[in-house]
């Protein structure tokens, strides 16, 4: 039986602040949505802001009543801007950094024009003991092998204004056909693009419902629920 | 074919593309569509292709026009408003008889409209957006893998016709995403010759390509030309996809990613113990009249449904003549029905032809 305990803390008892970057598609938007989700579930005070302004399709703000009806604070733009497709930060983000009563999530825009918003804020980032994940899916084009990461890593870096990125999560997954395989396809990628950068891999992160039976995971595994919607 | 990737429509497009055999695209950019614009950037240096982003959606038709002229396969892609600046060349392309694939991710309108997910563009698809006597062929993708297969299509089609193909996709289309297997790369020499392109005279006779002929019984046979190509698509290039046709209750058109959302819509009717049928026109011009006129014999009620007021049902009314009611459902603005919200539709007609 694969062992789902999953460390709360694994990114250390004091941070509160926790970014997920990424290529466009990799699932930045569902694990920090589900980030959110765990961290409630410690019974923190939680906020999400949704920082992607880059893509206008599938990202937090459309799953904005799911998490207040779950009592995540979800920091918009005002409502007569959500469909706006203009880049902009709403100021009550920079006011949620500095919130330490609050853990924050910034699900953050796709490649490294949304990593500029992230740039952005470093100011106020700088004060706090943030976290920033990259998540890799090695399933999309791109980030397909450790050459392609590690130039996504580089670019990233470039725009993050000295920000530093702390640790890798392996999203591989080809969303209802994921298989054990894949995941651990991912986990056996990212474990060489670690070794190459120095950052540690904080997790797998794994739909609920996929069979981990026949393969041997050495990371932890962060179970999610999939939130974009296909009909 | 490879091992499968996560893709979205918009990559799913530019990498079809490529593997047709396509190294030039240029675009100008539009949401929801920016993806693909990206995509080609990053990879077409990477097969020896050019990437070229144009300073109007003026400038990409003609520079389509240019390039297709020299013999190579040419993309553009797009959306609403961009398609429709793009018209005054999609026109000359066409009388021109030159291949070139066009896609457009189409989104609200009209006007400025929004960003969001749509299929008020199919009269301009598929009765001519641009001026003079000509059609294009336009092909609707249901999902990111067929999406993926029409691409490539379309590339074939418009060499062996001489003829502008557009993709009519919609937003949603070009956003999701979906694990897909790409087919192989296509060699750029396995590409049919075209003898009549501009590619240098000498030691052969010279090319002249143009839409242009001031007499008029000069443009008359031009004309004439270009419908014998017509009658030839008409003849052997309607495509369609039949779900649950046998025994239906009601019949359903639809196309895109309406088509896809039917999919579930069936299966949540089957629950029901309703037998909801689709007819899925994936060639929209042409549109398989013959086909639909056939199944619309079998069922008392062919139900449209679409993205839009109504634009695909004037074709399945022509189609479906007097076998059939013909009723509509549209939602406009960029809204997306829920598959049940399209079944409630359904069991509504499907009560009142009981009651009668």
Known sequence: MIEDKFDTKIFGDNKRTFAFVGDFGSGKTEIAINFALLRKALGKKVAIADLDVVNLYFRSREHTDYLEERGIRVVLPSREYRNADVPMITPTVMGSISDHKVDLILDIGGEENGIVVLGYLSEYLFKEDYEIVLVINGRRPFTRNEEDIVELYSRLREKARGLKINSLVNNTNLMEETTGKIIKEGEDLLKKVSKTLSIPIAFNSVAKGVDLEEVNLEYPIFWIKRFNIVY | ?356
Request: one cysteine or more.
């Open chain 2, 1 to 356: 074919m490879s091992e499968k990737i996560l893709v979205k429509g918009n990559e799913a497009f530019g990498e079809a593309a490529i593997r047709a055999g396509c190294r030039y695209y240029f675009g100008y950019p539009i949401t929801p569509q920016n993806e693909l614009i990206e995509y080609m950037s990053r990879r077409l240096p990477e097969v020896g292709g050019k990437f070229l982003q144009a300073e109007s959606e003026v400038s990409v038709v003609n520079m389509l026009y240019g390039a297709s002229c020299m013999g190579v396969r040419v993309m553009t892609s797009t959306s609403s408003p961009g398609f429709s600046l793009m018209q005054e060349g999609v026109s000359y392309i066409a009388g021109a008889e030159l291949p070139a694939v066009f896609i457009n991710v189409v989104r609200g309108g009209p006007g400025l409209g929004d960003i969001q997910p749509a299929q008020g563009d199919y009269l301009q698809a598929t009765k001519g957006g641009g001026h003079g006597d000509y059609r294009l062929i336009v092909l609707g993708p249901s999902t990111i893998q067929e999406a993926i297969k029409l691409v490539i299509l379309a590339f074939d089609l418009a060499d062996k016709y001489r003829t502008p193909v557009e993709i009519l996709a919609d937003g949603m289309i070009g956003q999701m995403m979906e694990p897909v297997e790409l087919p192989e790369m296509r060699p750029l020499d396995a590409l049919p010759k075209k003898p009549w392109a501009l590619t240098g005279a000498k030691g052969r006779k010279p090319n002249k390509i143009t839409s242009f002929d001031l007499d008029p019984y000069n443009l008359e046979k031009m004309n004439l030309r270009y419908q014998a190509t017509r009658e030839k698509i008409i003849t052997n290039e309607q495509r369609c996809e039949e779900v649950n046709i046998e025994g239906a209750d009601i019949l359903v058109v639809a196309y895109g990613t309406v088509g896809r959302i039917m999919k579930t819509v069936i299966e949540l009717a089957e629950e029901k113990s309703m037998k909801v049928g689709l007819f899925r026109p994936i060639t929209l011009w042409p549109f398989p009249y013959k086909q639909l006129e056939e199944i619309s014999k079998k069922v008392s009620t062919v139900l449209t449904v679409e993205l839009s007021g109504g634009q695909m049902l004037e074709d399945v009314k022509l189609a479906v003549k007097d076998n059939a009611n013909t009723p509509f459902y549209g939602r406009m603005g960029g809204v997306i029905p829920t598959p049940e919200e399209i079944l409630g539709q359904i069991e509504k007609l499907v009560k009142k032809r009981r009651e009668v």
